[in-house]
């Protein structure tokens, strides 16, 4: 079992920054493809961003390209999505989640966090 706890959403207005944090317990977080998900009001789940369990291999939904990163800090058990130029469009809630696979499928990730809201005003 893994459980993670997200951090780090908030208010910011159009153009601004957030930094997600994911902090993972349980087993080691290192064995495991993470993604980061949002859903936003009367829509699906949508993956965002993953990456691959050392860190090596990294995908976007290509809404988010050039703007979001996803990095993660094994040593601290730590993903992050460093977001930048937040469109009002990004407002939703993230959440986190680890997969024993490398898989865009909400349904293939078994562990997830309790989300983090980000709002972005115009």
């Known amino acids: 079992q893994v459980q993670l706890v997200e951090s780090g959403g908030g208010l910011v207005q159009a153009g601004g920054s957030l930094r997600l944090s994911c902090v993972a317990s349980?087993?080691?977080?290192?064995?495991?493809?993470t993604g980061w998900f949002r859903q936003a009001p009367g829509k699906d789940r949508e993956l965002v961003a993953r990456?691959?369990?050392?860190?090596?291999?990294?995908d976007y939904v290509h809404s988010v390209k050039s703007r979001f990163t996803i990095s993660r800090d094994n040593t601290k058990n730590t993903v992050y999505l460093q977001m930048n130029s937040l469109k009002p469009e990004d407002t939703a809630v993230y959440y986190c989640a680890a997969s024993d696979y490398w898989t865009t499928l909400p349904n293939n990730y078994p562990y997830w966090g309790q989300g983090t809201q980000v709002t972005v005003s115009s």
């Open positions: 349980g087993r080691p977080f290192s064995g495991y493809t």
């Open positions: 990456i691959s369990q050392n860190g090596g291999v990294t």
